[in-house]
């Protein structure tokens, strides 16, 4: 599997908080530690391979503050790396959904890029590893795993709503329903403070 060391991969994300400091980064802590929670439940999923690629799937964060180009600038940056399959969750980890339009907020790419990752998700067969960041990725604000209607809130509030949005509540449900099956528990109760977390109002201070 190409990803980088565990130890790699935090000196990234690191570097990349330096040169775009924001709650993204403490999201992307909370998404890796919950992915690691959830696969180790889980046969067949890796869960130092499950953090690494938590860790990493918002590394595109790294050019700036951006929107959808977020996920492109990510697959660039790990794929010229070497790093296929955390590039890969760069891409995969915002649809639940296998389509682009389904993204929650701006389509600030080219229509290369865009065409590009429209034809990507289109070919994609989605393994355990992007749907558990999909599923991470709904649950994790920065202070911590939030059950995903707080989630839901929380982006709702800063994009709106719009066409697709039940649908897309609806597949992050279906995904965890498949871990909840695939843990053969709530996988609620393997993620440390989720409790309180979710009776505390955090703002919006979330990175997406």
């Not at 990349?16 to 403490?26: F, I, R, T, Y």
């Not at 890969?88 to 080219?110: E, N, V």
């Not at 590009?116 to 994609?124: A, C, H, P, R, S």
């Amino acid at each position: 599997m190409r990803i980088p060391t565990e130890d790699r991969a935090n000196e990234m994300l690191a570097e990349a908080e330096a040169l775009n400091p924001g709650p993204w980064a403490a999201h992307s802590r909370t998404t890796a530690e919950n992915a690691r929670y959830i696969a180790e439940k889980c046969d067949g999923v890796d869960p130092a391979a499950a953090y690494i690629m938590g860790l990493l799937h918002d590394i595109g964060r790294r050019e700036g503050v951006t929107y959808i180009r977020h996920v492109l600038d990510g697959y660039t940056y790990l794929a010229g790396q070497g790093y296929g399959a955390a590039a890969r969750i760069c891409l995969t980890h915002s649809f639940p959904i296998a389509d682009m339009h389904t993204y929650f907020g701006k389509i600030d790419c080219t229509h290369e890029q865009a065409e590009f990752l429209g034809n990507y998700l289109k070919d994609i067969e989605y393994d355990d590893y992007d749907r558990l960041i999909q599923l991470c990725d709904a649950l994790s604000l920065p202070q911590g795993a939030v059950v995903m209607e707080k989630r839901f809130v929380d982006v709702a509030m800063r994009y709106g709503l719009s066409d697709f949005t039940i649908d897309k509540w609806r597949a992050y449900i279906s995904l965890k329903e498949y871990f909840d099956r695939t843990a053969g528990c709530n996988i609620y109760g393997l993620l440390p403070g989720i409790e309180a977390n979710t009776v505390m109002w955090f703002g919006l201070g979330s990175p997406k």
